[in-house]
């Protein structure tokens, strides 16, 4: 029997099925939503062999329906909070699905590149055939935002073949405060359906990363008149399929960039043909190479292509190549377009700049009568680096040639540092290395202690300086009514005019450092903008490197000490092993607990003194009866000792690291708010705890999580 006291069985709550009809009501009492809740999110859905329990939906539930957590913009540092946390959940989704993020998420440095090529502005209406999670359509709403004009100005449009991702679309646009969209669900091939009069509809911007190498039927098209030739329908070369349909969706002043493979660049057949029409139609701005490994779960080199139906004068029957696949910031799992690089992109096209090996603005006759209607990008813009000399003499008998390093003078010039800082004449035509340089990381200590290049260092310190002595008038404008993109355009234009002239980095490089910034702070300044300066603003990196240095070097020595404990006791457990002759089962991590329970197994075998001494004349069974096994004995103890003594190691050093970290986290509290008004904080924080903890019951299940929870939050 159970009493009615008991605690109830949560499996029969069932509340994944009533989160079901809770986020049907939700939909059908918003026309907004039609559509992308209930046939695309099921609560009950199995993951694996292993369904959610309705215990842990309960607890989630418990959690948000606090006070502090209703969902709403007012409760909100910034109105914009929800779309930032959704963007940055899509884009966790995507990195952990590998090769499938692709299919709905384009990385947003490369979303940033081709929206600042195509520049929106207020008043168009944006088109994305491919839409996937929308960030191209966001993307475009955030940089007329930046542009300091009017982003709900701009009428969305896209279309996504697949439910779910439709779907994450269209709850990205809510949650981004977007009211002016149309996302529709289907293949935009087969069906266009964003249409006007019955016919494709026409667009101001048409942006998109459409799926690469894919195999389409003519005989499933509607509105055929999109397509002036067809391309093959096997061999997976539908790609400039999509491409036409783009063109065909642009209105004649308009503006369209597309990622596609490099295959259609250079392609035969019918794609050949295509080509030639794009050509001969003079609608092709630019095509740019894109650096290796920028996408999700594919090698294939992509470019950018940029088509514009009303070129200028200055640009008819011309199309500017861009060779940037060389400047990336490399990663481990996926490259990045850093800042700068789009900055130098943007820069390049925008006002048509040729630069030696970067880009190059190619007349049709030589596209056409050279090449053959050829786009393959390095036969115009050739950007392979020349090949490192080679000097026998050198590498015979050693020596650095004379020659090599005077080809770099003017890279040494840059930071003010003179070549014979670091060498000195060996024989005729050779240098060496100082007699101080014994070392690499010699050179590293000489450079920075040569005072040319401290006095490069401190001319770049002096003209920060000198520029957030003006910038920082300009950020407290925004608490007055002042716009953020004016700001912005501000802060950049008076920055750069402080770091060129330097001569160390160029105009590329000193916009990549503002943008690299101004994306890391820009939600505090939304924050301050919409609810005033807050002392968690000010980051920790800042007040350790100002106040607390010392404690952070000794919290970093004790990683570095458990690091190193923890690769000791990978090679001691490696070690043990051999000893032990222990050969682990399938799918089975060797650690160190397994190891030592298969030593402490042996040494039971072998009869270890905990066994107890056996009587006189009767031997112990399983004890050691000859050295051989006295000496086996001793060396699986050894092991265990060994593998102990460094388990004890990482544990103090983690109680340390815990205790200076929890040291560090009060001092950088205190810090910020000063000992007195942290402790009328932490007291009005107790009493808020001790006022919820009144009115809950210890004898209720539910009500005794919570007294936990309060517990730890009031300390």
């Not at 009303?310 to 199309?319: G, Q």
């Not at 014994?438 to 050179?443: D, Q």
């Not at 815990?658 to 932490?682: H, I, M, P, V």
């Not at 006022?691 to 019951?697: E, F, G, P, T």
Request: hydrophobic share 40%; net charge negative; aromatic share 8%.
């Amino acid at each position: 029997m159970t009493s009615s006291g008991a605690p109830q069985n949560t499996d029969s709550i069932h509340i994944g099925n009533m989160l079901n009809k809770a986020i049907a009501a939700v939909e059908e009492e918003n026309d907004a939503l039609a559509g992308v809740l209930k046939n695309n999110i099921d609560f009950n859905a199995v993951k694996g062999k292993t369904k959610i329990p309705d215990q842990k939906w309960k607890d989630l539930l418990d959690h948000f329906n606090q006070p502090r957590f209703v969902l709403v913009n007012d409760n909100f540092e910034f109105p914009d909070l929800l779309g930032a946390a959704y963007e940055y959940l899509i884009k966790f989704f995507a990195d952990s699905a590998g090769k499938k993020g692709g299919e709905f998420y384009t990385p947003a440095e490369v979303v940033r590149l081709l929206v600042q090529i195509t520049k929106p502005e207020a008043g168009n209406t944006i088109y994305d055939p491919t839409v996937g999670a929308g960030g191209f359509p966001i993307q475009c709403h955030q940089y007329v935002e930046e542009q300091g004009q009017d982003p709900n100005d701009l009428a969305l449009y896209g279309q996504d073949s697949n439910g779910t991702v439709w779907s994450i679309c269209n709850m990205n646009m809510i949650l981004h405060n977007i009211t002016r969209f149309t996302i529709e669900n289907g293949d935009t091939l087969e069906d266009p359906l964003i249409l006007e009069n019955g016919q494709v509809r026409r667009f101001d911007r048409v942006l998109a990363n459409p799926p690469f190498s894919q195999n389409y039927s003519r005989a499933t098209l509607k509105f055929p008149s999109r397509f002036r030739e067809w391309c093959p329908e096997t061999g997976k070369k539908a790609d400039l399929m999509f491409v036409q349909h783009m063109l065909a969706s642009l209105k004649p002043h308009g503006h369209m960039a597309t990622i596609m493979p490099h295959g259609v660049l250079f392609r035969g057949g019918k794609e050949k043909l295509i080509r030639e029409i794009f050509i001969n139609d003079d609608v092709i701005e630019a095509i740019i190479s894109l650096p290796p490994g920028l996408f999700y779960g594919t090698g294939i080199p992509a470019c950018v292509i940029v088509a514009n139906k009303n070129k200028p004068e200055s640009l008819k029957d011309k199309v500017l190549f861009i060779n940037a696949d060389r400047e990336y910031a490399e990663g481990k799992a996926q490259n990045k377009l850093r800042p700068e690089d789009i900055e130098k992109i943007d820069f390049v096209f925008t006002h048509k700049r040729e630069i030696p090996k970067y880009s190059r603005l190619v007349d049709k006759a030589e596209i056409v009568d050279t090449h053959d209607y050829n786009l393959n990008i390095r036969r115009y813009v050739d950007n392979t680096p020349d090949p490192e000399p080679e000097d026998v003499q050198a590498h015979l008998i050693g020596g650095i040639p004379a020659a090599e390093v005077s080809a770099r003078a003017a890279d040494f010039a840059h930071f003010g540092i003179r070549p014979e800082t670091l060498f000195q004449p060996n024989r005729l035509g050779y240098l060496a290395f100082n007699a101080a340089i014994a070392t690499k990381p010699a050179i590293k200590t000489i450079l920075e202690a040569d005072p040319a290049l401290q006095q490069t260092v401190t001319a770049h310190h002096n003209a920060l300086e000198a520029w957030w002595a003006v910038a920082r008038d300009d950020f407290a404008g925004l608490r007055d009514g002042k716009k953020m993109p004016d700001v912005r355009q501000e802060l950049l234009t008076t920055l750069k005019a402080k770091l060129i002239p330097l001569g160390v980095l160029d105009e590329f490089k000193s916009a990549g450092v503002f943008v690299s910034w101004w994306q890391q702070i820009r939600y505090d300044l939304k924050t301050i903008i919409s609810t005033g300066w807050h002392h968690t603003l000010i980051p920790d990196d800042y007040l350790i490197a100002a106040f607390f240095q010392a404690e952070a070097d000794a919290i970093e020595t004790l990683e570095a000490q458990i690091s190193e404990a923890q690769s000791e006791l990978a090679e001691a457990v490696e070690t043990a092993q051999e000893v032990a002759a222990y050969e682990p089962e399938e799918d089975e991590s060797v650690t160190a607990a397994v190891i030592k329970k298969a030593l402490k197994e042996l040494i039971d075998d072998l009869g270890a003194p905990s066994l107890g001494t056996p009587s006189l004349g009767a031997p112990s069974l399983g004890a050691p009866s000859t050295s051989s096994a006295l000496k086996e004995l001793a060396k699986l103890k050894v092991q265990v000792a060994a593998i102990t003594a460094i388990e004890n190691r990482i544990k103090g050093g983690k109680t340390a690291l815990k205790t200076k970290t929890d040291e560090l986290a009060l001092k950088l509290q205190l810090k910020r708010l000063g000992g007195d008004e942290f402790k009328a904080e932490s007291q009005e924080l107790i009493r808020q705890v001790d006022a919820q903890l009144a009115n809950l019951d210890p004898g209720n299940k539910d009500d005794k999580k919570k007294i936990t929870a309060l517990n730890k939050e009031g300390g």
